[in-house]
């Protein structure tokens, strides 16, 4: 008897939830705390080195992504790679 794996679950390790404010709303992303740490001081370069995954969420422990209309009344544009640049410099860790 085998043991029923669900395939379109995201195990999330290790992870570092980087919370931001913009417009009244609040967002989250899944990153590696000492990547994040090294991106802040110029040493890490890579954003897929720091970022566990590439979505901007509501709630990253329950899985709720961002809509699209919310970024882009946040931060002007729903291009998720601009806003983790422009994010993981000025957020806190919980």
């Given at each position: 008897?085998?043991i029923?794996?669900?395939t379109?679950?995201i195990?999330?390790?290790?992870?570092?939830?980087?919370?931001m404010k913009?417009?009244g709303?609040?967002?989250?992303i899944?990153?590696y705390?000492?990547?994040?740490?090294g991106?802040?001081?110029?040493?890490e370069?890579?954003l897929?080195e720091?970022?566990?995954?590439h979505?901007?969420f509501?709630?990253v422990?329950k899985?709720q992504?961002?809509?699209?209309?919310?970024?882009?009344s946040a931060?002007g544009?729903?291009?998720?790679?601009e806003?983790f640049k422009?994010?993981?410099h000025?957020c806190?860790?919980?």
């Amino acid at each position: 008897m085998s043991i029923f794996t669900p395939t379109n679950q995201i195990r999330l390790t290790n992870v570092a939830v980087v919370r931001m404010k913009r417009a009244g709303k609040r967002f989250e992303i899944a990153c590696y705390k000492n990547k994040v740490v090294g991106w802040r001081s110029g040493v890490e370069k890579d954003l897929d080195e720091v970022l566990q995954t590439h979505s901007v969420f509501v709630n990253v422990s329950k899985g709720q992504v961002a809509k699209k209309e919310d970024l882009i009344s946040a931060f002007g544009t729903d291009d998720q790679t601009e806003i983790f640049k422009t994010s993981i410099h000025g957020c806190y860790f919980p």
